[in-house]
């Protein structure tokens, strides 16, 4: 997990960096298109594999939900400093917690609202309205962390019916698709550099992915969760080294609200899942 938050920040230095003489749909294209040459070596199980319309209607749903995510997030990623680009992505558990509740019938306990209140009243922190001008990227990035909750809640039942390899080749080929027409709208022929460019955030984005995976096979949410909060360290220094984003105290003090928030979702979702599910003599620990 500390590879992957090291990894998903230098995408995130790419984009930055890159990403502003490109349309932020055309930048996201380009990243997905290349991304999918990295999927080649799973071609021929992609082909032969066998799938109810029911999944095929659920992959093209998650891919629309993703589609527009990152679409929204390469914008912010031109438009706001990077930390508070990665503190306001913190909100996805949030809303996959909000979701979970309101379309997969699960029980909203009491301090699970708790923690819900207290991560959005971290995102006021953060946005200070009625004290600074709220730009139109941290609207984008409220809208991408809806989004990607989305998401993730779509590929619930999926990856349990799938392998990970289909759901992330699945995701890449239909956010592609979903991407295309949105890029030729506002096509920019790209340079070999811009190219060059989105082939690195595709191999960062992909390796991440990787990493992330593995991470998850090897230990519980509940110990993996804390890591990713590494992030917004990265993302602080990097923004202040490269960007010249100094450290913004609200920024840093809303996001800690959030991911304070973040953790005691994650700790009581293991600790109930511990109280309900049996031990199994063949774990290992």
Do not use: C
Request: without cysteine; hydrophobic residues 60%.
């Amino acid at each position: 997990m500390v590879a992957t938050g090291a990894l998903f920040i230098a995408v995130t230095a790419v984009v930055k960096h890159a990403a502003q003489d490109l349309p932020a749909a055309e930048a996201a294209f380009l990243r997905y298109l290349l991304g999918i040459f990295l999927l080649l070596p799973l071609g021929r199980s992609l082909i032969g594999a066998r799938m109810p319309a029911r999944d095929v209607a659920l992959f093209a749903g998650r891919g629309v939900a993703h589609t527009l995510a990152v679409i929204l997030w390469f914008y912010a990623m031109t438009q706001i400093p990077i930390a508070e680009v990665t503190a306001m992505n913190y909100l996805n558990p949030v809303y996959v917690t909000l979701g979970a509740a309101l379309f997969l019938g699960e029980r909203l306990a009491l301090p699970r609202i708790m923690a819900v209140v207290m991560a959005l009243l971290g995102v006021v922190v953060i946005l200070r309205p009625g004290f600074r001008e709220v730009e139109t990227g941290h609207v984008a990035m409220l809208a991408t962390a809806v989004l990607f909750g989305v998401s993730y809640l779509m590929a619930k039942p999926l990856s349990g019916r799938h392998s990970a390899q289909m759901v992330v080749a699945m995701l890449s080929i239909w956010v592609t698709l979903g991407l295309a027409p949105f890029a030729i709208a506002v096509w920019v022929t790209p340079s070999i550099a811009d190219l060059g460019w989105m082939l690195l955030v595709a191999i960062f984005a992909t390796a991440g992915h990787y990493t992330m995976t593995r991470a998850f096979e090897a230990a519980p949410v509940s110990v993996t969760q804390p890591v990713t909060f590494l992030q917004m360290v990265w993302a602080v220094l990097l923004g202040w080294a490269l960007f010249n984003e100094p450290p913004d105290g609200f920024v840093i003090f809303g996001a800690a609200i959030i991911i304070a928030s973040v953790s005691f979702i994650a700790w009581r979702e293991a600790r109930l899942k511990r109280q309900v599910t049996p031990p199994s003599p063949a774990a290992k620990y």
